[in-house]
């Protein structure tokens, strides 16, 4: 029998169940609520079941049968998705939406511009960004809910295939009026006896803490954050040095004080930014794209966030 329902109704009804209201989706799709609703209504009597329950004062919440509508839906707009990736392998194009993890620590200065430079370059893809840690970039890996990540080799399970782009090397944070500011490189003995602001994440923390154990030293921990910017702002209002591996475009912390970012010497490994992705035999073109792209941007120095004077 012929279908008298379209595939943009039936985003729209995902967009409705997930929401909560037919406003939210609205603002989310920027679409208009009358065209929302109409397609709802139209679902509805197409399927001859009643999908949402409206409550004036709580909105639209799903039934029993919109529940199990909506995980088929989600199903259905999936396999609607994987034709239109199959058309562009067929056709050799670089189409559709491409969801990218970028570790936190390192987000904010580099993954904007790499994402906007690769759409410009391919006008049909879409990146969706997320920002996570590197615990959550595993797990949402495995769960094929990203298609690649850009983080640090920190810890990398053998289930997963890391390709590196570019070396990083440690650096000491300090405010401008910390007594070792002006040093022109420092060891980790040096800091010894210095509050420490720890940037705590999953698996960054250990690999800080790590430069500390090999020379048998306890540091001073005084402040830990999960937050690259709250650090920054420690330790340029005088609570203590940190440290990190990439360095920011300016050298001001984000309340207007200036840091001082010193070389780290001695026993501390260096840590490989690159690429993270699940070991897959085929790959999409989209993916194939931007992997080629990062590795363009680092090869020409445009990556965004990567120093001159750090390491290739």
Avoid at 79 to 104: D, F, H, N, R, Y
Avoid at 219 to 234: C, G, K, Q, Y
Avoid at 253 to 282: C, H, Q, T, W, Y
């Amino acid at each position: 029998m012929p279908f008298r329902y379209t595939l943009r109704q039936l985003e729209y009804f995902v967009a409705v169940g997930k929401a909560g209201s037919i406003a939210a989706a609205s603002d989310k799709l920027n679409v208009s609520s009358p065209s929302i609703s109409a397609a709802i209504t139209q679902l509805e009597v197409e399927f001859g079941v009643t999908l949402f329950v409206r409550e004036h004062a709580r909105g639209l919440s799903l039934t029993k049968a919109g529940h199990k509508f909506m995980e088929r839906t989600e199903f259905v707009l999936r396999e609607a998705e994987l034709l239109a990736t199959l058309a562009g392998e067929i056709t050799g194009k670089v189409q559709g939406i491409l969801s990218v993890g970028c570790l936190v620590t390192f987000a904010q200065i580099v993954l904007p511009g790499l994402r906007r430079d690769f759409e410009h370059c391919y006008a049909d893809v879409r990146i969706e960004q997320r920002e996570l840690n590197q615990a959550e970039i595993f797990s949402q890996l495995r769960r094929a809910e990203l298609d690649i990540a850009l983080t640090y080799d920190l810890d990398i399970p053998a289930d997963l295939e890391f390709q590196p782009l570019h070396q990083l090397p440690p650096y000491a944070v300090l405010g401008e009026d910390h007594p070792l500011a002006n040093r022109a490189e420092l060891t980790i003995p040096d800091l010894q006896d210095s509050p420490m602001v720890l940037l705590d994440l999953p698996f960054s923390g250990e690999y800080f803490l790590s430069f500390f154990r090999k020379v048998n030293i306890k540091p001073n921990i005084a402040e830990r954050t999960a937050d690259m910017s709250v650090m920054r702002s420690l330790v340029a209002n005088g609570f203590g040095f940190s440290i990190a591996n990439i360095r920011p475009l300016n050298t001001l912390s984000p309340d207007g004080k200036k840091l001082i970012f010193v070389p780290l010497a001695g026993e501390v490994r260096p840590m490989r930014l690159g690429l993270l992705r699940a070991r897959a035999e085929n790959e999409t073109n989209t993916l194939k794209a931007f992997v080629e792209h990062c590795a363009r941007a680092v090869k020409s120095g445009t990556l965004p966030g990567l120093c001159a004077s750090d390491e290739e």
